[in-house]
């Protein structure tokens, strides 16, 4: 047997050591970032967190919660069967994590500590068809290190969950596209089943699933038609495994398959009409806003996905990782996929879900294209690098050298935002934690049916009180009739939300007398 050179084994080696560096890496950093963290976000983690916990109910299904999160559906009484709006798949995970470890923050916290350390390895593995194998190496680092996928994964949330199977479904697109070979039966079948499970994380998986119809029409003109059906009803029908189940359990429990709270989300101007009691938000109230406004929310939505999503994401400017992804999709088939994808995602979400996206719904869901778009930024920097010492592009060792200074310089910028960034947000989950640790307190010696509140699933996972949502942008006759269909007890405010607490601080109110003000939040009384 002849002797393997020295540098092949090197490759190889690294080829195997790589990905278990990286994920090793990705996870100690978010593990220690996590121990910092005891106390979840407001708001949505902690109903994912209370899902999971009703999991262990007598109809698990069911999701029973003492949380009124929006009142569309107008359910009877605080306590119901839930998950009305909210995707499952988090609270599934979080539940099975406190099945197999016990009732701890940190349990629920360990499902998106191992989704985001995935990332840095789907990085990599994008990332080995179009780079030297070092900086395939940088750009998962550069990955692992991001402080905004750090603080994502320490969270029991969705957003890493979401970003851990929607890469690899790019992944697989990206690099079977346009074959005819067997791709159309399990592998196919698998596409769709990640599609499905991508779903029941958040609803943005649309469009991965707009992706691949996409291209299935392009590829339908020039491979063999048969096999394209066949591959399309296979993709179909492994979206419909997860999906199909959860779509009968919300029409048999609610009688609709996807919230009417989801469909409000499209002709909204303001977020807190989402939780209107009465006053209505809908096809009609959107035209009514007049086309300057409808534009108007829209570009301002783009605009701060651009700035406060995307440029906060990678540094030192979004700007490169898209033109980077851009070249690469107009070089390469497989980074079509992921380009298209990431495009969609950019443009869906601010243009169509305007609000929503505005109040982090693209800031949740960008996980999922970062691993494509750091990719991006190392290629468009190492050949630019290239060109500028007046390198050919042929000749990748060359430009490596004249790229280290910069990708070092790259690397140590992550290496010193993470921790600086991390600070920042420990102090505010610390913050928060001292807060509803106080209201828990003062709940215990002022017991209430129900009470009123503008974060009802932190409060409802503080404290275990039956929380509903104050209806913010509405009066004070409305806020009296929610409280008298819920029996609340109190209104508690933690900060501004809509006309509140303008409206009970105001000499109008003579019906909600202020009963308690602690500085960082307030408490008026129901007669």
Not at 295 to 308: D, F, H, Q, V
Not at 350 to 362: H, M, Q, R
Not at 435 to 460: C, D, F
């Amino acid at each position: 047997m002849g002797n393997v050179p020295n540098s092949k084994l090197q490759t190889q080696s690294l080829k195997l050591v790589s990905p278990l560096l990286l994920f090793g890496l990705a996870f100690a950093i978010r593990l220690v970032y996590a121990l910092q963290i005891n106390f979840p976000p407001l708001d949505d983690p902690a109903y994912y967190i209370q899902a999971a916990r009703s999991l262990s109910g007598p109809r698990p299904l069911d999701f029973e919660l003492s949380i009124i999160w929006n009142f569309h559906p107008l359910f009877d009484n605080v306590r119901h069967p839930a998950m009305e709006f909210w995707m499952p798949l988090s609270s599934f995970l979080i539940g099975f994590s406190t099945w197999l470890f016990g009732d701890h923050f940190f349990t629920a916290q360990l499902p998106s500590l191992i989704a985001g350390a995935l990332l840095p390895v789907y990085t990599w593995y994008f990332a080995r068809r179009f780079l030297p194998a070092g900086l395939s190496l940088v750009a998962g680092l550069l990955v692992a290190l991001n402080p905004l996928l750090a603080y994502q994964s320490a969270l029991p949330d969705s957003s890493m969950l979401y970003a851990a199977l929607v890469c690899p479904a790019l992944l697989m697109l990206g690099s079977l596209r346009g074959k005819a070979e067997r791709w159309f039966l399990g592998r196919a079948l698998a596409f769709g089943w990640l599609v499905g499970l991508a779903y029941l994380a958040r609803t943005p998986a649309v469009f991965l699933a707009l992706t691949y119809f996409g291209f299935w029409i392009l590829d339908f003109r020039w491979i063999n038609r048969k096999s394209k059906i066949l591959e399309l009803l296979m993709v179909i029908l492994g979206m419909a495994l997860p999906v199909g189940g959860w779509s009968l359990r919300n029409f048999l429990l609610f009688g609709f398959i996807s919230s009417p709270a989801g469909t409000q989300t499209l002709f909204l101007f303001d977020y807190q009409d989402l939780f209107n009691y009465q006053t209505p938000v809908n096809f009609a109230t959107w035209l009514e806003g007049g086309l300057g406004k409808i534009i108007g929310i829209r570009l301002e939505a783009l605009g701060s996905a651009w700035r406060n999503v995307l440029d906060v994401l990678l540094p030192p400017s979004a700007l490169i990782a898209g033109v980077g992804l851009g070249w690469l999709a107009w070089l390469d088939r497989a980074a079509r996929s992921a380009a298209l994808y990431s495009l969609l995602l950019f443009l869906g979400l601010p243009l169509i879900f305007a609000v929503a996206s505005l109040n982090g719904s693209y800031y949740h869901s960008v996980g999922s294209a970062a691993p494509f778009l750091v990719v991006g930024e190392v290629f468009l920097l190492w050949r630019g690098v290239g060109w500028l010492n007046g390198l050919r592009t042929n000749h990748p060792a060359k430009a490596r050298k004249g790229s280290q200074v910069l990708f070092g310089i790259l690397v140590l910028l992550h290496a010193v935002l993470l921790p600086l960034n991390a600070g920042a947000a420990i102090a505010v989950h610390r913050q928060d934690e001292l807060l509803y640790g106080r209201i828990k307190n003062w709940l215990a010696e002022h017991p209430a049916p129900a009470v009123i509140t503008n974060q009802p699933s932190t409060l409802n996972y503080s404290s275990g009180q039956p929380a509903v949502r104050l209806p913010a942008n509405e009066d004070l006759a409305t806020l009296q009739r929610v409280a008298a269909k819920y029996n609340a007890r109190y209104i508690i405010l933690t900060e501004q939300a809509g006309r509140y607490p303008g409206l009970l601080e105001s000499p109008n109110n003579t019906h909600f007398p202020l009963v308690y003000q602690g500085g960082d939040f307030e408490i008026f009384a129901v007669p």
